[in-house]
């Protein structure tokens, strides 16, 4: 089953986490690929540290996408390539895969969106995926069994307060 969490509101990677969670106390193997994030969110790591969930940085220390030289942009996208291949290679086993922004990744055409699929395809039934990120190309939504959009009514931000952790962050 693939499930999407994705939308311009906040609160996708946590709603990724609290199904991790929910697998985990069921007996899932639970793993994670971070991608275009620099450091394991807190959500995450914390249940790494209870020794549920395992979780792969993708793109360590990687800053804004936009930023970065096309030879930089190149070497990134290999990355996310051979992090992708080996993090959707699963033989057998309950499993929930949980790929953090995948939607920020196809975007920036970090990862193609035809190998994505191919990769989804190659599954056992008993694997269930989620994806997180603001957007997604059609082809995945018609292909999810489960889209739920994230959308921003209001937010702090709007009126000058500043991220607060343990909340947004």
Same mark, same amino acid.
């Given at each position: 089953?693939?499930?999407?969490?994705?939308?311009?509101?906040?609160?996708?990677?946590?709603?990724?986490?609290?199904?991790? *969670?929910?697998?985990?106390?069921?007996?899932?193997?639970?793993?994670?690929? #971070?991608?275009?994030?620099?450091?394991?969110?807190?959500?995450?790591?914390? *249940?790494?540290?209870?020794? #549920?969930?395992?979780?792969?940085?993708?793109?360590?220390?990687?800053?804004? !996408?936009?930023?970065?030289?096309?030879?930089?942009?190149?070497?990134?996208?290999?990355?996310?390539?051979?992090?992708?291949?080996? !993090? !959707?290679?699963? #033989?057998?086993?309950?499993?929930?895969?949980?790929?953090?922004?995948? /939607? /920020?990744? *196809?975007?920036?055409?970090? @990862?193609?969106?035809?190998?994505?699929?191919? @990769?989804?395809?190659?599954?056992?039934?008993?694997?269930?995926?989620?994806?997180?990120?603001?957007? !997604?190309?059609?082809? *995945?939504?018609?292909?999810?069994?489960?889209?739920?959009?994230?959308?921003?009514?209001?937010?702090?931000? #709007?009126?000058?307060?500043?991220?607060?952790?343990?909340?947004?962050?």
């Amino acid at each position: 089953m693939l499930r999407i969490y994705m939308g311009e509101g906040v609160g996708k990677t946590t709603a990724a986490a609290g199904l991790a *969670l929910r697998a985990a106390a069921h007996g899932r193997h639970v793993r994670v690929l #971070q991608l275009l994030k620099p450091q394991i969110s807190p959500e995450f790591a914390w *249940l790494c540290d209870a020794g #549920q969930v395992s979780v792969t940085l993708a793109n360590p220390d990687i800053p804004f !996408f936009h930023t970065l030289q096309e030879s930089e942009k190149a070497r990134r996208r290999a990355e996310t390539e051979r992090a992708a291949a080996a !993090f !959707f290679t699963v #033989q057998a086993g309950d499993f929930l895969l949980v790929a953090d922004e995948m /939607g /920020g990744a *196809l975007e920036n055409e970090m @990862l193609a969106e035809k190998r994505l699929l191919s @990769l989804l395809e190659t599954l056992p039934d008993t694997v269930h995926v989620v994806l997180t990120g603001r957007y !997604f190309p059609k082809t *995945l939504l018609d292909a999810a069994d489960c889209v739920s959009e994230i959308r921003c009514v209001r937010h702090p931000y #709007q009126n000058g307060v500043p991220a607060i952790e343990g909340l947004e962050y």
